[in-house]
């Protein structure tokens, strides 16, 4: 399982909002990327799962460009969490997982005894199966997180590419996502995702991607990279890192608080 | 598990609903038959049976009644479909079968044919034809509209129905008023009092043409009404599937049109019905949305003939009926399952 990202460039008219990007993922890992709003992280997103293809450059899955992948075919290799939402109409959670397995059937017909077998299992392995017949619309953001995630689970690719899987969640459910997600990991996923908190992102992903304007300015282990310069880069704001527990958690702490300039 | 089966056995009760609906259709009129005739001269047909009916009674029930209770249920049944089709692709609970415009070209087909002395058929046809030619206008339009393809459906299904509709007002000034301005009128206050058997069978092809995709594809419906990001990524093309879609229903909405005229509220308040029956999921949604359609076509058209000695047109019934219903639909505690 791998991407291959070289020298993807994009624009949406004159405004340059991907800049030669380059960056291989190998085998299961978790890659965060970082980066302020407007990077250019959701487009590079929107490249990877062939929604845009007015790209420049090259986006290999598995060694086959994507450009000449079908939108099923991608389906069957990439599965995508959004942010939570609400469609227009209220389905039961069951229905909403078990939408995931349209890409196994064919046009005409309706999920099967293996697809239903498919989204009873990812309820049961998410711990959500008591959600099953309630209203989407009418559970918590974290439950429609783990359902989204179940949905992404069903469609049975596996790479997952998620757009801040923690955004609007309390503090509790976005340590119980971000944990799924990282079991998920090492039961043979790839997961990217998408954040805005630096610290968490230090303890659970395996990579960080930091992105600012269109551009990658840096790419590695979380112990390298996640650094005192890279979050002034990033955000404009200085910063003193703290490392906890022999290391495996870092805290950003504006400087202001500390009583320096910020 | 137990949730889908409590939905096939609803669906399954609607069926029989409507069979009692049909039955009591067939008895109901100016020449009354009661139950033992009705079966007696159905059956007559495939069984040897000494007829102990009226011969006047055979011919009413085979060329009146008849294609008028097939008629009726066929109409509510594709009006709401459409409705329910409609609502997915453009993701909007409050979408309708006249959205991009069916009607209204419908309307104006029909009332440039009488203004032209046309015959029955040709009212009906040239309704049919200028209905699809609305929604290929509108589609055509769209697809040089920017940005969200959706929003410039709607918008320009809105702008052409309202040039159709100022056509059909002008052919309404100028038409003669003794006899073509009160044809018109009552064309478009929908009516299915003229149904002959020649009519079922032109509505009936494109009738079936546009429903049987329309039931394939119902699990695609649901994947739709996500939006065009997350289906493609789910593997739907949703453009293909909608465009699909948008053509089916447009066969089924023009072919109800060109033979019942204006019958509005069927299309927007059926499928909210039935999502209050079986849920919202469309492979439930779908059949149930058929069966309550014709149901209350069908009932609503025995008020329409039955009622008073003079036939009450389908349009204004089914707004006097569908508009309070509706009131209590939206504004109905929804239950917490």
Redesign the interface.
């Known amino acids: 399982m791998s991407i291959e990202v070289s020298n993807l460039s994009f624009s949406y008219g004159n405004m340059h909002v991907l800049d030669n990007i380059n960056f291989t993922i190998q085998g299961n890992q978790f890659l965060s990327v970082l980066g302020p709003n407007g990077a250019g992280k959701s487009t590079l997103f929107?490249c990877i799962?062939?929604?845009l293809n007015g790209y420049d450059g090259q986006i290999k899955i598995n060694g086959i460009e994507c450009k000449n992948l079908k939108?099923?075919e991608?389906?069957?290799l990439?599965?995508?969490i959004?942010q939570s939402h609400y469609?227009?109409?209220?389905?039961?959670v069951?229905?909403m997982v078990l939408?995931?397995t349209?890409?196994q059937?064919s046009?005409?017909?309706?999920?099967g005894k293996r697809q239903i077998a498919l989204a009873n299992a990812a309820l049961e392995r998410l711990g959500i199966e008591h959600l099953r017949?309630?209203?989407y619309a009418?559970i918590s953001g974290g439950e429609r997180q783990l359902v989204l995630l179940a949905r992404a689970l069903v469609?049975e690719a596996k790479i997952l590419i998620l757009d801040e899987p923690t955004a609007n969640l309390d503090f509790g459910n976005q340590i119980l996502v971000l944990t799924q997600i990282k079991s998920l990991v090492k039961e043979g996923y790839t997961v990217i995702q998408s954040t805005h908190n630096p610290d968490q992102t230090f303890y659970f992903s395996d990579t960080i991607m930091a992105m600012k304007n269109g551009k990658v300015i840096a790419y590695g282990v979380p112990s390298e990279i996640y650094t005192e310069d890279l979050i002034k880069a990033l955000y404009g704001v200085s910063v003193k890192i703290q490392s906890l527990c022999h290391d495996k958690y870092r805290v950003s702490i504006p400087k202001n608080i500390l009583g320096l300039e910020l | 598990m137990k949730k889908s089966n409590r939905n096939t056995f609803r669906i399954f009760i609607l069926g029989i609903i409507l069979i009692i609906s049909i039955i009591i259709s067939f008895r109901l009129g100016r020449y009354p038959i009661n139950t033992k005739e009705l079966f007696g001269i159905l059956l007559s047909k495939i069984f040897p049976i000494e007829p102990f009916w009226d011969k006047q009674l055979e011919i009413v029930l085979f060329n009146i009644r008849l294609p008028r209770i097939f008629l009726a249920g066929l109409v509510g049944c594709c009006l709401s479909t459409a409705g329910a089709a409609y609502q997915g692709v453009f993701q909007n609970p409050m979408a309708a079968p006249d959205i991009l415009g069916a009607s209204s070209g419908a309307a104006f087909g029909a009332a440039f044919a009488i203004l032209n002395n046309g015959s029955h058929y040709m009212i009906t046809l040239s309704a049919f034809f200028f209905s699809l030619l609305t929604v290929v206008i509108v589609y055509l339009i769209s697809k040089k509209a920017k940005g969200n393809t959706i929003l410039g459906l709607i918008l320009s299904g809105i702008m052409v129905s309202s040039l159709f509709s100022a056509g059909t007002s002008f052919i309404k000034l100028v038409a003669d008023p003794t006899d073509q301005l009160p044809a018109i009128t009552y064309w478009l206050m929908g009516s299915l009092s003229g149904a002959k058997k020649s009519e079922v069978l032109f509505a009936l092809v494109p009738m079936i043409i546009g429903l049987v995709p329309l039931l394939l594809l119902r699990w695609r419906m649901n994947i739709l009404t996500l939006g065009d990001d997350e289906s493609k990524t789910m593997g739907v093309n949703s453009k293909q599937v909608r465009l699909i879609i948008i053509i089916a229903s447009t066969l089924i909405t023009s072919a109800s049109v060109s033979v019942s005229g204006m019958i509005g509220w069927v299309g927007l308040v059926i499928p909210h019905l039935a999502r209050k029956i079986v849920g919202n999921n469309y492979i439930y949604l779908i059949p149930a949305t058929m069966l309550s359609g014709a149901i209350f076509l069908l009932l609503v058209d025995n008020v329409s003939r039955n009622l008073f000695t003079t036939e009450i047109p389908l349009g204004i019934l089914t707004a006097i009926i569908g508009a309070p219903f509706f009131i209590y639909l939206i504004t109905r505690k929804e239950e917490n399952e």
């Open positions: 929107r799962l062939g929604l939108i099923k991608i389906a069957k990439i599965a995508y959004p469609p227009p109409f209220n389905y039961s069951f229905d939408m995931g349209t890409v059937i046009s005409f017909s309706s999920p017949n309630r209203g009418q469609q």
